[in-house]
């Protein structure tokens, strides 16, 4: 394996695992976050000046203005046959723009859609990838140490932007599959006849066409809180379904289940939704993202 230098913008719940895992592959990470106390440089132009050229930076910052904040600085900081990675969740069309922004100086992009959430780290991340296959084979070194042991958890999705858009499409299906059990725990938590719903749940991990991750993390929320009561029914959306829903009209293609799926997290803002308090808690339970207490 050849060892090479990568410089990481962004050292938050998914950027902080990331140096870890890259790390621990044998790479050396030299990390920025705004963040003194996690960051191994002080500001962009340190990052840059400690890595030898051609230089490979993956940004990892929330999308739109800071990922483009971001962009810009590096634009006038790295050179021609540097590339530029932008693994957060930006949208598609951003990516095609910064790829000319940053092609007009000679320096290379690559979208990378990164799937893992805070299991990451010991699991692996799943990677959709766009972009020109000389800039990907750059990076390539990377994204082997960052996706899961064995043949899946990577795919060169196709031109820039395809690793974003797929990682879009897989989140909307992320939607709606959170809302399908969302739903399914809610009508067993209300009739009379079923005892023991958790248990409903835990059955299905084994030998049912329903089983998965999403499922077994179901099954972790009801342990920790068995009906869920500690929640409040109140789920964020993260944008990607509704860009999902946005491409979907672009394109004519018919997306019932994760329009509805969408739509129904906006209801979660209207009242205190029982389904909203199994997606608040899977999203909880993969993403480590906050989740609201009910009121007392």
Known sequence: MTSMQLGLIGLGKMGGNMRERIRRAG??????????????????????????????????????????SVIDELG?????????????????????KHAKELGAKGIGFVDAGV????????NGYALMVGGDVAHVAK?????????????????????????????????GIEYAMMQAYAEGWELLEKVDSVENVREVFRSWQEGTVIRSWLLDLAVNALDEDVHLDRLRGYAEDSGEGR???????????????????LFARFASRQEDSPQMKMIAALRNQFGGHAVESAEK
């Open 243 to 261: 860009w999902t829903v946005e491409a979907a009209i672009d394109n004519a293609v018919p997306l019932p289940a994760i329009t509805a799926s």
């Open 76 to 96: 006038g900081l790295l050179q021609s046959g540097d590339t530029v990675v932008d693994g957060g969740n930006s949208r598609w069309t951003d990516d095609e």
């Open 139 to 171: 990076v390539q070194p990377i994204f082997d140490a960052l996706k899961p042991e064995g043949p899946y958890g990577y795919v060169h999705a196709g031109k820039v932007g395809a690793g974003h858009f797929s990682k879009m499409v897989h989140n």
């Open 27 to 68: 790479h050396t990470v030299i990390g920025y976050d705004r963040n003194p106390e996690v960051s191994d440089v002080s500001g962009l132009a340190e990052l840059v000046d400690k890595l030898e050229a051609p230089r490979t930076v993956w940004v990892m910052v929330p999308a739109g203005e800071a990922t483009q």
């Open 115 to 122: 799937s893992g959430g805070v299991w990451g780290l010991q």
